[in-house]
């Protein structure tokens, strides 16, 4: 029989740790969450039939309000590609990750997209306001199961 810690993907046979999953009070209770996850799958992926009201409306009066002062102040105008694509930047970064993501794959998008758009959009990816850190410690516990204090 190996060591606990290459039954379990440990990487040398004489390493410095000891793997011993029954001392991991962790994993007491990974199978039933694993069978509780997987039963969930279907209504994860299930689509409703709108989207949430909140988000609806969030993502709505952001875009909404950029599409709408570009056309009152500089539709029409030479400056006009290059205002609407700042607008746009601006309101995709408001709205959070998934629609910052969306920018990063537009930004890459050279000669599918108006340049003015793909330059501005370039910003999305270095140059992004940082996730309050409440959200990434609720969504760190929330991955380990314990308070961020249990461990540091």
Known sequence: ?????????GFSDDGPWVVDPAAM???????????????????WLETGHIPPLGRLTRVVSRVGFALGVWAVRERGRASSRAGLSRRLRNAF????????K???????GEGMFPEELVAEFRLLRDRVPAEPFELVRRGVEL???HYLDDFF
Do not use: C, F, N
Not at 1 to 9: E, H, K, N, T
Not at 28 to 37: C, F, G, I, P, T
Not at 102 to 108: E, K, T, V, Y
């Open 1 to 9: 029989m190996p060591a606990p810690d290459l039954a379990i993907g």
């Open 143 to 145: 991955e380990l199961g």
């Open 93 to 100: 970064s408001h709205l959070g990750p998934t629609y910052i």
């Open 25 to 43: 009070p962790w994993r007491s209770d990974v199978e039933r969450l694993r069978a509780q996850s997987r039963g969930q799958v279907p209504e």
């Open 102 to 108: 969306m920018g990063q794959i537009i930004s890459g």
